[in-house]
């Protein structure tokens, strides 16, 4: 989005040829504390354009992302990634989500080549 800060760090690491695990942190930020924060997926709803905006009371620090993921290249035609990814509300998402305000996500992904 436009209106957001991302400062970050990632960290890779090859322990087998096959094998690649990538660490990141997030710190993510409203780029103006006067703004709204702007959630959605799109223009594809026609009576919002996809987006809602949401006042967040002077506050600008969203969250803190920590993720982490793990690539395997089982041989030429399968791979596998394993993901994590933990988001620590801070004080916007708090203002906005004051009982929930941390976020979880994972997955697992199976590709094949033919």
Known sequence: MMNNE???GMSTVRPHKAV?????YHALRLADRN??????????QPWSFGYQARPVGGASSLANLYDVSTDWTV?????ATVY????QGRAVT????????NGHLG???????F
Do not use: C, M, S
Not at 75 to 79: G, L, P
Not at 84 to 87: H, N
């Open 6 to 8: 991302d400062f970050f």
């Open 84 to 87: 994590y990814g933990y988001a």
């Open 107 to 113: 997955y697992l992904e199976l590709n094949y080549k």
């Open 94 to 101: 708090q203002l906005i989500y004051p009982r929930g305000k």
């Open 75 to 79: 041989n030429a035609h399968v791979a």
């Open 35 to 44: 703004d709204l924060w702007y959630i959605g997926g799109g223009a594809f």
């Open 20 to 24: 690649t695990i990538k660490g990141e």
